[in-house]
């Protein structure tokens, strides 16, 4: 499977906020396996805080994957993707546009509009968006060669709160790459979105946010490999009934 | 001419984008920036001309999922 172009041996993409500390993201992305990290761009500080921390992720020597968060419009989320193009180097952006403050939930009527115009200026988009088939083909009109649908609220660690929306998208777009974007909490849930058929998952808080990140990025990245490989093993169908697995012929009658 | 950077006032002399950076200390290259709600490239901030009330984003990489 590529992302536009660029084939990726790992499926995991990386968030890079909240971590511990610089130190514990560094040694978290190492174990993660990740080849794609998420940025963002916030107003600069007196410190110049912001110019370390690029260059620390330089270092890491991963693809770059800047985002538009905290957007709530086009014209915030068009600009703000400029910028990060100009400052990450990278035609690649993580397109959020928020619709709603408690869900985070994207607001889709500006999403596509906003994935038009950067798509139309030369973007790589890969939309934050929902599992609605609608949007999805309205998102592919638009330029997008990649769809990221939600697992859950943003942060809130709820695993997959659609699998049967999710299992249509992959039936409904089966040559687009699809990359469950936010809500995984736990290693399951990544592993079940990967047996659902999606490419890839893009997490942040459950590994920064797990008592041992490290550890955490490690499980999750077999997690995926795990869900992934179940998913081109074919799992057996599922059965209302028991069936035994044993042979029940030449049983011994001992009654 | 006064002039409103990341949400804080300012007064500057420079006339441009890239003189009023300068003035301000912002002088990082791992920055980038825009001119009431548009983005004004790199290369494009020495000939941009601020006017007076003008709203200056300087951004920088930061964390983010």
Known sequence: MEFYGTALASRLFLGT??????????????????????????????????????????????????????????????TTAQMARELFETDWIKLEVIGHADSLQPDVFALVEAARILSDDGFKVFPYTTEDLVVGEHLLQAGCEVLMPWGAPIGSGQGLRNSD??????????????????????????????????????????????????????????????????????????????????????????? | MKITVNAK???VSASTLDGALIELGLISPALATALNGAFVSRAKRVETVLTDGDRIEVLAPMQGG
């Open chain 1, 17 to 78: 906020a909240q971590y511990p500390s610089p130190k514990v993201l560094c040694e978290a992305i190492e174990a993660s396996g990740t080849e794609v990290i998420t940025v963002s761009l916030r107003r600069e500080t007196s410190d110049g805080a912001g110019t370390g921390f690029w260059q620390m992720l330089r270092q890491t020597g991963r693809r770059i994957l800047p985002n538009t968060a905290g957007c709530h419009t086009v014209q915030e989320a068009v």
């Open chain 1, 165 to 255: 929306g999710l299992r249509a998208m992959r039936a409904h777009f089966p040559n687009t790459p699809l990359v469950v974007d936010a809500g995984i909490g736990r290693p399951s849930d990544a592993a079940a979105a990967m047996e659902l058929g999606l490419d890839a998952v893009l997490l942040n808080t459950a590994v920064a946010k797990a008592g041992d990140p490290i550890a955490m990025a490690r499980a999750m990245a077999q997690a995926v490999i795990a869900g992934q490989t179940g998913y081109q093993a074919e799992p057996m169908p599922r059965r209302d009934m028991a069936v035994p697995s044993t042979p029940v012929l030449g049983l011994a009658e001992l009654i």
């Open chain 2, 9 to 11: 006032p300012h007064e």
